[in-house]
């Protein structure tokens, strides 16, 4: 797979993610991160935090941008807790979702 990133270096070996695949998301990857890029439609948002309420995982962080109003969306959040692989394949597979990255500390450590 492959994503365009731009990031800085905040010094001292840490960094600040700034767009993900030209879209705005800001975050610092010292947490697990889900990444939701979906079409600007209504209940998205809900969608993504309730799958999250059903694994009792807490967002940390969460923020959110749009290229243009009913164009394509961005959601970032910093969480808690690891997401299980079955969660991120059914949240991939809902409708008007787009591309779905995770960034587990698992993997990096």
Known sequence: R???V???SLGGG???ISRIDGLKAVFSGDHPTLIVQNDDTPGKIA???EMLYHS???IATMQLDRDI???HAVTVLELDQEIPDQ???WL???EGILKVTYLSLKEVN
């Open 2 to 4: 492959e994503r365009k």
């Open 6 to 8: 731009q990031a800085c």
């Open 14 to 16: 840490r960094i600040m």
């Open 47 to 49: 969608l993504i935090s």
């Open 56 to 58: 009792r995982i807490n």
């Open 69 to 71: 109003r009913g164009g």
């Open 87 to 89: 969660d991120l394949h």
């Open 92 to 94: 991939a597979a809902q």
